[in-house]
């Protein structure tokens, strides 16, 4: 009796492992997660799409929260970033064009590092021209969670500090109609938007808001040779699910990567040749995100094509990639 009960027992325990076995095998994918790899890329790249919220991701950067008091007298903000902001007496006004008094919100934010440009996605680009930048600035005024103006005939004044001072540094302002890709361009208005190089610092005067930046093209010499770089991927790294930059390393310069639809590759611009670069990926994959890096000399294959520079990406978690970006 003992030997038929410890052989009913084994049988049961097979049939239950068995069992077991056959719920192993079922896979179900996490909330979340995408069942296979999406190849496509998208002619429209929209709000909702992994790309969009990465860029949302990477972004979150606290403000510089200030605010004066718009009277008849001169009111200023000092940054902890070396910005100090001189507004003059009675300088807002709303959209209408009604003047404004009383307190104010001042939002300020700067960007020195190029992992910022990354981050925040404001690469130092003309259209394709590549520029190097001694900063860029947003400043934004605001009453009532409403957006404010400045006044007709005023301009704010600026006192910003970044060593060693270039005098060949001009003024361009952000041009965010966009919402894909950010470009930089001449201010419309020379002579309301100047630059005084000081010994330590610049001193700009503006009636601009939102994004403005000093910098200065790298090469006006068209007769420089010049190379297009393309990142090699994986296919579904898309343009609805990554982004991707190539930083210089011995200049302020940040080049994004256009899709190009025709050849499903991330592509730059024209850039100068023997220069020391690093191509940086990133991409949002269902709940993961995913960094890839790869350092490179900019050169002319011998074909006379794109030069292209092959990223693996791999599986890092959102603070492991913002801790990456604060090196560059």
């Known amino acids: 009796m003992k030997m038929k ?76 970033f070396g910005i100090q902001v001189n507004f003059p007496p009675n300088c807002c006004a709303t959209t209408a064009g009604q003047p404004v008094t009383g307190k104010v919100q001042v939002e300020i934010m700067a960007i020195k590092k190029k992992g910022d440009m990354i981050r925040l996605n404001k690469p130092s680009t003309w259209n394709d021209s590549m520029l190097v930048t001694a900063g860029q600035i947003f400043i934004q005024l605001k009453k009532d969670g409403q957006v404010l103006q400045l ?50 610092s610049y001193e700009i005067y503006t009636k601009q808001q939102r994004w403005i930046s000093l910098a200065t093209l790298f090469d006006v010499n068209i007769t420089t040779p010049k190379v297009k770089v393309t990142v090699d991927l994986v296919p579904y790294f898309t343009n ?59 050169q002319i294959p011998a074909s006379n094509a794109l030069q292209h520079v092959r990223v693996v990406p791999i599986k890092k978690s959102l603070p492991e990639i913002l801790a990456y970006l604060s090196t560059l």
């Not at 325990?13 to 997660?33: R, S, T, Y």
């Not at 109609?177 to 100047?194: E, G, I, K, R, V």
């Open 5 to 80: 009960a410890f052989i009913l027992i084994l049988f049961a325990g097979g049939l239950l492992l068995n069992a077991c076995q056959k719920d192993v095998d079922i896979f179900v994918p996490d909330p979340g997660q995408l069942n296979g790899p999406d190849t496509s890329w998208q002619n429209t790249v929209t709000a909702s799409m992994p790309v969009s919220v990465l860029k949302t991701n990477l972004s979150q950067e606290p403000v510089y929260l200030d605010s004066i008091t718009v009277n008849a007298n001169i009111a200023s903000v000092i940054t902890p």
């Open 151 to 200: 006044a007709p005939g005023v301009r704010i004044n600026i006192r910003y500090i970044d060593l060693p001072i270039n005098p060949q540094m001009n003024f361009f302002i952000g041009d965010e109609t966009n919402a894909q890709h950010f470009n930089w361009l001449p201010t419309p208005t020379p002579s309301l938007d100047t630059i005084v190089m000081g010994s330590q």
């Open 240 to 298: 609805a699910n990554t982004t991707a930059f190539t930083v210089f390393k011995d200049v302020r310069s940040v080049v994004a990567m256009k899709a190009d639809l025709s050849t499903r590759k991330f592509i730059t611009g024209k850039l100068p040749v023997g220069k020391q670069v690093t191509v940086v990926v990133i991409s949002k994959q269902g709940n993961d995100f995913y960094l890839g890096y790869e350092s490179a000399v900019t």
